[in-house]
């Protein structure tokens, strides 16, 4: 069963445009949910990560929107760069349980210049 | 200061064999996961250790195995490699055993012939 789904699979955004990626999870115990964001080789980053007591976290040009009653978060990348081309994934743990992630699938995000 | 680094970066192995990959992780980190990640795919849990004790298993078979040293760097072991053991193999380290805030290294990629 995949505790967490991700939408879409892949993106494409001019320059300058917004990106917006989805994901909802199974398990209302989740706690705290990550987004990282990894390059060809590289291993994933953590980009911003938001906790259920609030529904929005901003960080620069990076957003977290955070439904609980929906289940479902997602990540806007506001004035995406061609810099911002990359896999993206969310993911969710249980905060007593630490670095123990379920990961979502993945968006590879390709900005166009 | 260095970040979680992993050796090696790659490995070719052939079915049937044993590979032992090895993760150090950031200084002052007490807590290693190691995850699977599959191209294409999210990354998967497979383990976490802390204090040189397992705190967590994915589903994972018994072929696979890790443990963790005295200076809390980490070797995860898979016996009688399958084809399907071709992946990237991840390792984060954070602070402690509830430390969610987790760093990966860029991963050891495996490939079975």
């Known amino acids: 069963q995949q505790q967490v789904k991700q939408s879409p699979q892949s993106l494409i955004v001019q320059k300058g445009g917004i990106s917006i990626i989805n994901c909802a999870y199974e398990n209302t115990a989740f706690d705290y949910f990550p987004w990282y964001q990894q390059f060809p080789g590289k291993g994933p980053a953590l980009l911003i990560a938001?906790?259920?007591?609030?529904s929005e976290k901003k960080e620069g040009r990076f957003t977290i929107s955070f439904n609980k009653s929906a289940k479902q978060f997602s990540l806007h990348i506001m004035d995406s760069q061609p810099g911002d081309s990359a896999t993206y994934f969310c993911?969710?743990?249980?905060?007593?349980?630490?670095?123990?992630?379920?990961f979502g699938t993945g968006t590879s995000l390709t900005v166009i210049p | 200061d260095a970040g979680v680094t992993q050796s090696p970066t790659h490995l070719i192995k052939t079915r049937g064999q044993q590979v032992t990959l090895r993760c150090s992780p950031i200084s002052g980190h007490k807590s290693v996961s190691w995850y699977q990640q599959v191209l294409g795919q999210g990354p998967q849990f497979i383990f976490q250790y802390y204090e040189k004790e397992e705190r967590g298993r994915g589903n994972f078979p018994d072929r696979f195995s890790a443990r963790q040293f005295p200076n809390y760097s980490s070797e995860l072991n898979v016996n009688a490699l399958l084809l399907g053991d071709s992946a990237l193999y991840l390792c984060?380290?954070?602070?402690?055993?509830?430390?969610?805030?987790?760093?990966f290294g860029q991963g050891t990629r495996l490939t079975v012939v």
């Open positions: 984060a380290s954070s602070l402690d055993v509830f430390g969610t805030e987790a760093f």
């Open positions: 938001i906790r259920p007591d609030v």
């Open positions: 993911a969710a743990s249980f905060s007593n349980t630490g670095n123990q992630f379920y």
